[in-house]
């Protein structure tokens, strides 16, 4: 999001700003200069920015980052000021024009396209016209316990490598705990942390053809002999399989929701921009017309 897009929402949510001043209830979460930015008005400005870049600021590392964009805006627009940048005739023009464009955007956002819905008929239409573009790929939940080997690595490093494997295969062959062993002999070490769990892996998605054709041949609860990679060697278990399967339409119905009244939107501000083009006679004069036309 650019540095305009930032102070468009912060200068709409100050305008909206309440009466909310007890520290208690609406603290302080930066400042710079004599400016003070507050909790309520930072969720005022995330408020006025688009659903989707809302998503983008919900956590507080996300937060902070947005706190400290609207800051560094401040900073420099006070600079401007102070140096009466903002009276030099170009840049006047400029931000008449950015003001524009904001109003604009405003009124189409809050007005034009607020409020569109689409009725549940049409949301099952395009689910099932479009059924196939909601196949869930077979896939696999895996841990496994890693021992290290580059594939340029010497023989002795291998066998190694193997020879701790085949410890760990057996092991378990015995009844072994797979997520303690992986905790306490995984190489890989952010999988050892969570007992070797890789979460779910989909066809085509790995970066070891070995690894994944060993992975889908396992049934839920299995573990697979040690298997070699390019990258070492692997013991392999499958906590759950997940059969290839058609969304349903309930699992779906918020993604087309959402991409259906995005078309929608975009077509009523279309139709309604043609509209004020129209109503105001818009015409366009490129190049040289455009100063015959005005008679220069």
Do not use: C
Request: aromatic share 8%; net charge negative; hydrophobic share 40%.
């Amino acid at each position: 999001m650019q540095v305009r897009s930032y102070l468009f929402a912060l200068v709409a949510g100050m305008l909206l700003a309440g009466t909310v001043h007890a520290e208690e209830v609406n603290p302080v979460v930066g400042k710079v200069g004599d400016f003070v930015l507050r909790q309520a008005d930072l969720e005022r400005v995330i408020a006025n920015l688009t659903p989707e870049a809302q998503q983008k600021f919900q956590g507080e590392q996300e937060q902070a980052s947005l706190v400290n964009q609207i800051l560094l805006t401040k900073a420099l627009a006070a600079k401007a000021r102070k140096e009466g940048f903002e009276r030099k005739p170009e840049v006047k023009e400029q931000l008449s024009y950015i003001i524009d464009q904001f109003l604009g955007q405003e009124y189409l956002r809050k007005v034009v396209t607020a409020n569109v819905e689409v009725p549940d008929a049409e949301l099952k239409k395009y689910y099932q016209e479009h059924e196939k573009d909601f196949v869930v790929p077979e896939r696999v939940k895996v841990r496994h316990i890693y021992f290290a080997a580059a594939k340029d690595a010497t023989a002795e490093v291998k066998a190694q490598a193997r020879a701790k494997a085949e410890k760990i295969a057996e092991q378990l062959k015995k009844g072994g705990d797979f997520a303690k062993l992986a905790g306490e002999n995984s190489e890989d070490t952010e999988s050892a942390a969570n007992g070797g769990d890789l979460g779910y892996l989909t066809p085509g998605k790995t970066n070891s053809e070995e690894f994944e054709k060993a992975a889908f041949s396992l049934k839920a609860g299995e573990v697979s002999p040690v298997v070699e990679t390019p990258f070492g060697y692997h013991i392999i278990k499958v906590d759950e399989r997940q059969e290839k399967r058609t969304a349903t339409f309930e699992e779906t119905k918020d993604y087309i929701s959402s991409t259906l009244k995005a078309q929608l939107e975009e077509k009523k501000a279309r139709e309604f921009l043609d509209a004020v083009a129209k109503e105001g006679g818009l015409q366009v004069f490129p190049g040289k017309k455009a100063e015959e036309k005005s008679g220069k």
